[in-house]
């Protein structure tokens, strides 16, 4: 006989309810990049126990900002929400990016970057690439950077 036709696994749907209540279908599956986020050693020692959590304000609005390079991070860290001292590497799926120009889009958040079909954003402001996530659902995995 021949073999069953194989199918696609389902959706998988994460615990945490969206804010209206109803589960929210995990992160596709894309690109997964090492990136770089560098903090103080006090949000870092946070961040590695709970995850990351979005900034307020920034280039590309509020979300998790990343750097290609851990050198990179010096010259990224410098906004309101930004801390010092520390270098997280990172492991994100950075799923379908969208491409923004040098000045990105301050009003950006994830639920306009969704509906666009996108899962990140990517933009450089002149001294480097960054990615910037929404949702600590699309960091895969953290440590301490070590040289």
């Known amino acids: 006989p021949a073999p069953s036709p194989i199918s696609a696994p389902a959706p998988v749907m994460s615990p945490s309810p969206s804010p209206g209540g109803a589960p929210t279908q995990s992160p596709s599956p894309g690109k997964v990049m ?13 961040i590695m126990k709970g995850g990351f959590k979005a900034g307020s304000s920034g280039w590309c609005g509020g979300g ?24 997280i590497e990172a492991t994100v799926d950075v799923g379908k990016v969208l491409h923004m120009t040098e000045t990105c889009d301050r009003s950006m958040t ?5 509906s666009e079909g996108y899962d990140s954003v990517a933009f450089n402001p002149g001294d480097g690439d960054e990615y910037i996530i929404y949702s600590n659902d699309r960091v895969l995995s953290t440590k301490e950077y070590s040289q």
């Open 34 to 46: 090492t990136l770089y986020h560098q903090t103080s050693p006090v949000i870092a020692a946070l």
């Open 110 to 114: 994830g639920q306009t970057l969704a």
């Open 64 to 87: 998790i900002y990343f750097a290609t390079t851990p050198a990179a991070t010096y010259t990224k860290a410098i906004g309101p929400d930004s801390h010092t001292g520390f270098i």
